[in-house]
């Protein structure tokens, strides 16, 4: 993977949001894959800004302490070592933080972090320097609407709440009924749409995909299409190449 930017990639940007478990992630990995690109997955900031202010015993409720603490602090992203990765690591004041991102105490810390306005605020900043570079999939809640208004691709998938809830319980190893998933996912897509600060919603000019009855491969053949569409730079022998390469 060429991690310069590709001359004229910078208006190459796709974003796509949704609500959890409605395989933006998934489908964002799949489409960068197939065009060379890279995924930028904008959950990582929050969680990495969570993890901070665990680490420096801030208590995340705290939203000045939080926004004081994350101002100060030096985020960086910076693409996998893997080969194989299209995904981005993001370091805390010189730490790799991705090893601990999916922690349960990350994971049950962040959506408070999230609604702190002025950590969104200080957040938008690095992910839309971080897009400039283009050629990149940029998945997350508020990309179409408030991240990148002008990105000239959106996508906004969604899937029915008993499919993400059954996805979510799939993902999880521990073996968690579906019941109380399909519970934690409501909670969760209640907070996301209902907090002042950039509420989950769909940017007028987004493209909807529903996947809940499409495979992973399908979701990915239909937004490859949109994007296709929408961003014609992207001539389809390019592609072949990336695929065939
Ligand atoms: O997609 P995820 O589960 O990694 O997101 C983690 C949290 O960050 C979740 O509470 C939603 C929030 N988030 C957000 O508010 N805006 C984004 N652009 C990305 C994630």
Known sequence: MNDSPVSGCQQQVVAIDGPVASGKTAVGRELARRLGWRLFDTGIMYRAATWQAQRRGVHLDEDESVADLIRESAFQLSPQSDSES???DVYVDGDNATPYLRKPEVESGVPTVAAIASVRALM?????????????IVVG????????PDAPAKIFLDASEEVRARRRAAEQSSGADEASVLKATQRRDARDRSRTA?????????IRLDTSR?????????AEAIIRKRIPALASAQSDAVRQG
């Not at 950039?198 to 987004?206: Q, T």
């Open 214 to 222: 499409l495979t992973l491969e399908q979701a990915v053949d239909a």
């Open 141 to 148: 809640r508020d990309i179409g609407t408030v991240v990148l």
């Open 86 to 88: 299209v995904d981005l």
């Open 198 to 206: 950039s509420p989950l919603i769909a940017a007028a000019d987004a």
């Open 124 to 136: 938008v900043e690095i992910q839309q320097a971080q897009a400039a570079q283009g050629c990149m």
